[in-house]
């Protein structure tokens, strides 16, 4: 059983930056390959980041330039970096892993889930 959790979330100012970590319990961190979701209220849950088994980094476009996902495997550790946000931002930001997927930007790839952490951006 795989436990993923997430921290790092709070409310910052709009242009400011959070990172959010993504603690794993698991044996063999480097297995798995971990994304970032986010959920807004009334809004379904949208892919942010992924960070695939092969080391490859991918991101929604409204994140692009701006976020950064990273991962510590000594560690068991996802990031997500996230710069010059905006209110748009606003959400509760999932960390997710998957011993493998096809598509990374679907939620329904991901086999384990954190609580989430909430990201609050103000105007």
């Known amino acids: 059983q795989v436990q993923v959790a997430e921290s790092g979330g709070g409310l910052v100012q709009a242009g400011g930056s959070l990172r959010l970590s993504c603690a794993a319990s698991?044996?063999?961190?480097?297995?798995?390959?971990m994304g970032w979701f986010r959920q807004a209220p009334g809004k379904e849950r949208e892919f942010v980041a992924a960070?695939?088994?092969?080391?490859?980094?991918y991101y929604a476009d409204s994140v692009k330039g701006r976020f950064t996902i990273s991962r510590d495997n000594a560690k068991n550790t996802v990031y997500l970096q996230m710069n010059s946000l905006k209110p748009e931002d606003t959400a509760v930001y999932y960390c997710?892993?998957?011993?493998?997927?096809?598509?990374?930007?679907?939620?329904?790839?991901?086999?384990?889930w954190g609580q989430g952490t909430q990201v609050t951006v103000s105007s």
């Open positions: 960070f695939t088994l092969s080391g490859n980094t």
């Open positions: 997710a892993a998957a011993r493998g997927y096809s598509d990374y930007a679907l939620a329904g790839e991901y086999k384990y």
């Open positions: 698991v044996r063999t961190f480097s297995i798995y390959a």
